[in-house]
């Protein structure tokens, strides 16, 4: 069964410091993994994926299949980058088409 | 382009009726998926359609039901309103090769069902 875990509701760090927000996966197949972003009072919108081994905005993130992981990372934590943070899983069905399925998220709070 | 646009922004239906929720989705694109958003979780599946079908569903009743339009915009109803789908509804919209490309979402319809 597909199944993405976001272990932590609620991180908060100070600016300038290192930040790291975890996601684990449960899925047999090869999956897309994604990470979203929903800013206050904007809609979801996608941050990164995994298939383009992009920096967008100073995050980056690594798939690591052993562990199962897609943990999403920034060495310098910004003010601006305080929001609410989902991972999402993507996986071809066999009666065609494609599921993404959502973490629970995690709200990230970077103090001053 | 205006992206995804959903309506109504907001809703208030008393149990037992039925709502129509309306999603037209970002130019180029033609599935289109829904989620329903509980308060303090994150956005649950529900179904998705591509060429006027439903491809995909989510562990969601029969209550829940959609359309897709020739023009790809789609139409989620849900009938026997009960408390408990009280959420915010997403639309999110992509292309057909959209597993790895990502969803575009709408801002959401949030029903309140008293």
């Known amino acids: 069964a597909q199944r993405v875990t976001q272990p932590e509701k609620l991180l908060s760090v100070f600016k300038g410091a290192p930040v790291e927000l975890k996601c684990n996966y449960s899925?047999?197949?090869?999956?897309?993994l994604f990470w979203y972003v929903q800013y206050s009072r904007q809609r979801l919108q996608l941050l990164l994926r995994h298939i383009s081994r992009e920096s967008i905005k100073g995050f980056t993130a690594d798939l690591n299949k052993g562990e199962t992981s897609f943990h999403l990372k920034k060495p310098f934590a910004q003010e601006e980058d305080s929001a609410m943070y989902y991972c999402?899983?993507?996986?071809?069905?066999?009666?065609?088409?494609?599921?993404?399925?959502f973490g629970a998220g995690t709200r990230l709070f970077v103090k001053a | 382009d205006a992206g995804v646009t959903q309506s109504p922004t907001h809703l208030i239906k008393t149990r037992g009726q039925q709502v129509t929720l309306r999603c037209s989705p970002k130019s180029g694109h033609d599935t289109v998926s829904w989620y329903q958003q509980a308060l303090g979780q994150g956005p649950q599946f529900i179904f998705q359609y591509y060429e006027e079908e439903e491809r995909q569903r989510g562990n969601f009743p029969d209550r829940f039901s959609g359309h897709q339009f020739p023009n790809y915009s789609s139409e989620l109803n849900v009938n026997a309103l009960l408390l408990g789908d009280s959420a915010l509804y997403l639309c999110?919209?992509?292309?057909?090769?959209?597993?790895?490309?990502?969803?575009?979402f709408g801002s959401g319809t949030r029903l309140t069902v008293v």
């Open positions: 899925y047999s197949g090869s999956p897309e």
């Open positions: 999402a899983l993507s996986g071809e069905a066999q009666t065609g088409g494609f599921k993404t399925i």
């Open positions: 999110a919209s992509s292309q057909t090769t959209g597993v790895v490309y990502g969803y575009t």
